[in-house]
């Protein structure tokens, strides 16, 4: 089950709603309706998911509907029609009760404008909330400390808003949703304000975080470097509809309409692909346990490769080996593999992203292993192939 559900979702802004929505299934364009209904268009029949521990951005130019979106999801503003599920339970249909207690305990939120009280320290900011939920002082005391702690802002607790930057007053934002310990971050252009180096260091924090948390996030942004930085997902929109929902990779590589790509067309694709979907499978290993320098030559010979991965009983990369190295081991009349191999040769982990690869594997003389995180193979990168993947997909600026 998904941890967010949005299904056919509509809000119209105007005194007489109903009257609209028959106008856009019929396709008729906001500007349109706005100019013969007096009605605006903020949500237009959207519909996505997010599942649990994903981070969703969604993502759209000034006007298309994206702030509007997250909030129908915690009802700051009411759709028009449509359903929203958060656990499977029906967000339009709860009572203002039901909806306070699944805020507070299910959903964390963190806004551009920070919105922290100026004259709370930055303690009584973080720990607000639970003061809401009527949590014991000591207990949410102790909760609001962890969670400034996290965000890198032990030792400030008693400092007021005024006296910390831009990005440090975010992270009492931040550690102020972290401290209900919600299950869902709803994060509305969280770091849009920040000058832009430390909305890159947020970004990264970000990430750190999630590594962590495992927290299911709905990330709202206006930036598309942003968007492709952070999510496993990308929601596009224009005005008020969903124009494309995919990864990362699908928005560049495969754009859904002429906006996508007008849209997309200046982002670094070797920012965006990663060592999994750049990697070729291996065609031959040597196995350090059954193999010796004749087996290892004749699968060399067979695949019209230079050097061979030798893996050990466990499937991890133990070393490479090449032709050379081989024929010095027949001459010496030695099976040993591990006594003529490379040695715990240079390795990638999946997401290793294409911009970082392009400078592991300029000087490499052997192919790339790509592992995964119990450091098994899973495929290779040789240098023609990582290149042809950028080019294929638009980056045709070849510097390594």
Known sequence: MAKIEVEHLYKIFGPNPSKVIPMLEKGMPKDEIMEKTKHGVGINDASFTVEEGEIVVVMGLSGSGKSTLVR?????????SGTVRIDGQDVTSLDNEELRKMRLTKLGMVFQNFALYPHRTVMQNAEYGLEIQGVDASVRREKAANALSVVGLGGWEDSLPSQLSGGMQQRVGLARALALDPDILLMDEAFSALDPLIRSDMQDELINLQDDMQKTILFISHDLDEALKLGDRIVLMKDGRIVQTGTPEDILTNPADDYVERFVENADIAQVLTADSVM?????VAYLKSDGPRSALRKMRK??????????SEHRVAGVLTVEDCRTLVE?????????????????????????LIQIIYDLPYPLAVVNENGRLKGVIVRGTLLGALAERGNTDDNS
């Open 72 to 80: 129908c999801i915690n009802r700051l503003i009411e759709p028009t």
């Open 280 to 284: 070729k499978r291996c065609e031959a």
């Open 303 to 312: 695949h019209a490769i230079s050097s061979l991965f030798v893996i050990d």
């Open 332 to 356: 010496k009349g030695s099976r040993d593999l591990s006594s003529a191999m490379t040695k715990d040769p240079k390795t990638v982990t999946l997401d290793t992203p294409a911009s970082e």
